[in-house]
Each structure stands twice: as C-alpha cells, then as structure tokens.
C-alpha cells in the first residue's frame, strides 16, 4: 500500500530510494527481498499507479500525456537556433513507475556493443546479461539464450496486432535490400527488419511497469513488512552530515497533486544510503539543489557547493526522432488511433477486456545501416562519422524505423474518418549534446534546459536524419497500403532522392525527442565528466548512489525503457553486496 503522508515511525529509516520510477521500483523491491530487516523508503513526486486504466491498457497510453493527465512531466527548453528557433517539450513519466508506466511499451534492446562501449567494470554486455535475463520473461519466438524466462516483466506479443501493415512494412524493407530477422532484440542481429514486441503480458494484456511487476505485488504481501512508499511527495534535497555523508532528504507535498499542501517541509534521516532515481532531468536538479554540481552553476544559483563535479546536468543526449505520416488503406480496428479518437468505445473495450487494449500500435521495428552505395555519398562530416565510428563496427546500426499504425503525435492535426501510419525514425548515437541545470535555490525557480539537438559541431547528426527520411520514402513506395503522405514534406526544388538541402531544412524544422534521455550524471571518471563510478558512488561524497538513465555514459541503440529495467537489477546487485546481503 502506498501512502500520501509520512506513516509515524519513519522519520528515520535504513535506505531511501528517490523516485520510484522504473529503476527506482526494481531497487527498492530487490533491496526489500535481500535486507528484510532494513527499513527502506520510497519517495515519488508523482501519483501512485495502481490500476490505473490508462496505464494498466497499453492502447491508451497516449492519454498520460495529454496536458490535463497528472502522469506526466512536461519540460520545455529554450528556443534553439539549429532548431529553427524552436521550443521542444519534453514529457517523462511523473508517476509511481516513471517511463514504464506511461511510454509506449516498446520492447527494443541495445547492441552488444553498446554496453561495451560504457568500458567500466562490471557493466559489460557479458557482465549485464545475467541481469538482462533475470528481468524478463520471453514469450516471443527466438532461439537466442539471451532472453529471461521467468524473470518478473513479461514480454509478448500481446493479444491483438495489426498483421497486413506489419507484413506490408517488412515485405518493403526486404524490398529495399535489407533481411528480416527472427528476433531483432537477441543483442546482436543488426542491419534487419523484424516483428516487434512489447511489454505486455500474453494472458492479460497487461503492461508491465515496473511498479505493477515488482513494487505492488511486494505492497501487498502482509509478509514484507520493511518496504514503504510515500507517493505525492518532492524530495527537494538531499542533507549531509559533517563528514559529507547523505543523512537524508528534505521533501515537501506536491502541491500539484495534494490541494493546500507544498509549503510545509520536513526530514527523514536514512542511517545506511541514499539512493537516487530521478531520471535523466530530475536527478541532476536534486543533485544541484543538494549542492553537488559545477562550481560555476552552483554559484549562479545561490547554492553552497559540497561537491564540485561539473559533470552533473552536462551531456544530456536524446534519440532524435522524425515522424513522418502517411494515408493509408487501414480499415478501423486497424489503427491503434480508434482507441483514443472515439471510433470505438472505451468504455464498452474496458468492460469487456478486449483484445485491441493490449495493444500500443506497434508490430514491426527495424535496426539499419547504408549500403556501400549510399555510404559513397554521404557529405564529409557523415562519412567521417561513419568511418570512425560505423565502418569497423557492424553490430552498430545507423538509424531505426519503427512501423506505428496510426498517428504518433497529435492525431487532430489530420483529417478524422481516414486512417493513418506512421513511420517513426530516429539515428541511434547522435553526437548532439545538451544540458539541464537549475538556476535558484528553490523547486519553482526555472530551468535551464537546452536539448542541444542537431547542435553537433559537425553536422553529422542531420546528415543522418536525412539519410532516415530518404530511406523511409523508399520503403513506403513499396508497401501496398500506403496511399501517399499526410504529414508536411521537404519543399523539393529538386528530385527528392537528391535534394538533401531541403531534407535538412525540413528536418531541422520537425526533429523533435524519441523521449529517450540520458547521460546527465554520467559513470565515467571524475576527470572525464563522470559523477558516478562503476559502483554508482557519487564522486566526493559517501552514501550517495545514483542509478537511472542519467548514468549511461554512451548511447545504446535501442528505446531506452529496457536499459533502465537493466540499470535497475544491476544497481540493486551492486547495492545489495555492498551492505552485505546475498541477493534474493
């Protein structure tokens, strides 16, 4: 059972985890296994998750991030010049079970190269994959060993999908070159196209967020006595005693989410660890409001420096991602839009626990690199990229497309009564960086948020892009279902297959997130930007760990959700040791 208010007799407990987001959840759960005397805390800004229908049903996940929904954080950044002076907000999970709770459930994992690249002991792909089996549980067809069995995420087909689009897309990959493969997701198969997953129970037709996997079941367990969650609460910093050892938090109420409350702050005293697990914007803003950051921004902001670890809100990098839409010859129940546009009753498919409700309108994803061809005629700043980075590496894809049936986006922004795809692209290691910093002392003081997209000096990163969107137009005009674009295109003043000037500027003016963040509190060393070393410690201070997505030092190319749920096993292994349990 979660609670709004601080039960009595927790002002002081053995280990605090702040946030219960997806890392957070399969933390404090694994910890309350392993250290049954242990009191632990966990502390989430956002409302509590429970049975919620839009989480719960994968088909209505869009719902979370309409802006009425209190399941969602929206952040906005500046206007950005390589943007076309744009503005691009940014939503993440603001609910017990963070991303996993409202994202679209996409199951794509990383290369086996991309862990490898993080070159910090014990986070190695043969290192993690102990951890990558014991979160999940494969029903996909695959004859991989890399998959989990009776891990406690479920990952399926679900119970309905759309099977001519699917067939459409991948018949037009083919079409262009390229394999279909048994299963895209076995860390090593690359260059292909293949069916797609999620993570959705088989039976149910249930998301599996990590508070539904892993918290609630321990909830409601008369058994597990030591694990608590306090829901609707901002921890606004973390103290340190004199020895610079995290002693605990300081929160306040959401005054977002509790009417009347959110001036009135008080402590809790953790006497073993302090665990962060805010995500890649929230950690580093409780890490700067606690006094860990760069000297120069602490500064700024009227806070008294106890760490100065510069690398804290630095190198916040995002999958950059393309939409681009197409009319299409879907009949109804065809498109995942029906769920959430009216077209069908929501209340008569909740009532009846249909099918289409497991669904989050993805069938068909893809992992691809150029040919020799295309390669020959990339501009310089793209061939050097792929040179350095591509050429020798060839479990490294340059971009993916994924299949959406339906509008990802704001359907309104097209004709109702006609039914749409879409074909999402995004490069998978783009060389942009951004930031996030705070700029006062308090919760409500503004941010300083640049989301640094197509900012590399090089230009490479919309060179990419523009080699996704000619990619994907060729893979649409094979595909039998398609009747056209519905979204804007490039204003070609010449053949589109040629005019990258226009791609460019059209990219530059519709880029937006993958809604895939990372890095800010990097696991590097100290001298090289990192905040955090391979045991998750955070540099200059004792008892403080972090681990979420804002640790990953390098890009993984894969949605970000099954990083997160490693981040989260791995780290409660670690943590575990270190206070000197076996693991359960």
């Given at each position: 059972?979660?609670?709004?208010?601080?039960?009595?007799?927790?002002?002081?407990?053995?280990?605090?985890?702040?946030?219960?987001?997806?890392?957070?959840?399969?933390?404090?759960?694994?910890?309350?296994?392993?250290?049954?005397?242990?009191?632990?805390?966990?502390?989430e800004g956002g409302p509590d998750n429970y049975r919620i229908p839009t989480i719960v049903h994968p088909a209505l996940y869009k719902a979370n991030y309409r802006p009425q929904s209190n399941l969602s954080l929206a952040y906005l950044s500046a206007p950005e010049p390589q943007l076309a002076n744009r503005s691009i907000t940014f939503s993440m999970g603001g609910v017990l079970g963070g991303g996993s709770s409202v994202n679209g459930a996409i199951y794509a994992r990383a290369q086996q190269v991309d862990y490898d690249s993080w070159a910090t002991k014990g986070w190695s792909t043969e290192e993690l994959l102990p951890f990558m089996k014991k979160l999940e549980s494969f029903y996909a067809p695959t004859s991989s060993s890399t998959h989990g069995l009776d891990g406690p995420t479920n990952v399926s087909d679900g119970r309905h999908s759309?099977?001519?689009?699917?067939?459409?897309?991948?018949?037009?990959?083919?079409?262009?070159?390229?394999?279909?493969?048994?299963?895209?997701?076995?860390l090593v198969s690359n260059n292909a196209v293949s069916t797609a997953h999620r993570y959705v129970s088989p039976g149910t037709g249930e998301r599996q967020d990590s508070a539904h996997t892993y918290l609630h079941p321990r909830l409601k367990d008369e058994n597990v006595k030591n694990l608590h969650v306090l829901v609707e609460s901002q921890v606004i910093r973390i103290l340190f005693d004199e020895g610079k050892r995290a002693s605990g938090i300081e929160i306040r109420a959401n005054p977002a989410l509790q009417s009347g409350e959110g001036g009135s702050k008080y402590t809790v005293k953790a006497r073993k660890l302090v665990i962060i697990s805010a995500g890649a914007l929230g950690t580093p803003q409780i890490l700067e409001r606690s006094g860990i950051g760069g000297d120069q921004v602490l500064k700024q902001a009227g806070v008294p420096v106890i760490s100065d670890l510069p690398g804290v809100g630095h190198d916040y990098q995002d999958h950059q991602m393309i939409l681009v839409t197409y009319n299409s010859t879907l009949t109804l129940v065809q498109s995942a839009d029906s769920v959430i546009n009216g077209s069908l009753n929501v209340t008569e498919l909740l009532s009846n626990n249909d099918k289409i409700l497991s669904w989050n309108?993805?069938?068909?994803?893809?992992?691809?690199?150029?040919?020799?061809?295309?390669?020959?005629?990339?501009?310089?700043?793209?061939?050097?990229?792929?040179?350095?980075?591509?050429?020798?590496?060839?479990?490294?894809?340059?971009?993916?497309?994924?299949?959406?049936?339906?509008?990802?986006?704001?359907?309104s922004a097209y004709p109702s009564g006609q039914q749409y795809f879409t074909m999402a692209c995004y490069s998978t290691y783009p060389r942009s960086r951004g930031h996030v910093h705070i700029t006062g002392?308090?919760?409500?003081?503004?941010?300083?948020?640049?989301?640094?997209?197509?900012?590399?000096?090089?230009?490479?990163?919309?060179?990419?892009?523009?080699?996704?969107?000619?990619?994907?137009?060729?893979?649409?005009?094979?595909?039998?279902?398609?009747?056209?674009?519905?979204?804007?295109?490039?204003?070609?003043?010449?053949?589109?297959?040629?005019?990258?000037?226009?791609?460019?500027?059209?990219?530059?003016?519709?880029?937006?997130?993958?809604?895939?963040?990372?890095?800010?509190?990097?696991?590097?060393?100290?001298?090289?930007?990192?905040?955090?070393?391979?045991?998750?410690?955070?540099?200059?201070?004792?008892?403080?760990?972090?681990?979420?997505?804002?640790?990953?030092?390098?890009?993984?190319s894969g949605n970000t959700m099954s990083t997160a749920l490693l981040i989260g096993e791995k780290a409660a292994d670690i943590f575990i040791h270190e206070l000197g349990s076996k693991t359960a």
């Open positions: 059972m979660t609670t709004t208010e601080l039960p009595s007799g927790l002002e002081e407990v053995d280990i605090i985890v702040i946030g219960g987001g997806t890392a957070g959840s399969i933390i404090a759960s694994r910890l309350a296994d392993a250290k049954p005397q242990s009191t632990i805390l966990v502390v759309c099977l001519p689009l699917r067939d459409d897309f991948i018949f037009a990959v083919k079409q262009n070159g390229y394999s279909s493969a048994d299963d895209l997701q076995d309108g993805v069938d068909a994803s893809s992992k691809l690199r150029p040919s020799q061809e295309e390669v020959a005629g990339f501009k310089p700043e793209l061939r050097k990229v792929w040179d350095e980075h591509f050429e020798h590496s060839p479990n490294r894809p340059l971009g993916s497309i994924i299949l959406i049936s339906g509008v990802l986006g704001d359907p002392p308090k919760m409500e003081d503004p941010l300083d948020f640049k989301t640094g997209l197509l900012s590399d000096p090089e230009g490479s990163d919309v060179q990419t892009l523009a080699w996704l969107y000619k990619k994907q137009r060729k893979i649409v005009a094979k595909m039998k279902m398609q009747r056209g674009p519905a979204s804007t295109e490039p204003l070609f003043t010449d053949d589109p297959d040629e005019d990258d000037s226009a791609i460019e500027e059209w990219v530059r003016n519709n880029v937006g997130t993958a809604y895939h963040p990372m890095g800010t509190c990097k696991m590097a060393p100290r001298e090289n930007g990192g905040v955090v070393d391979g045991k998750l410690s955070v540099y200059g201070v004792r008892g403080l760990k972090i681990a979420d997505m804002s640790i990953a030092p390098e890009n993984v």
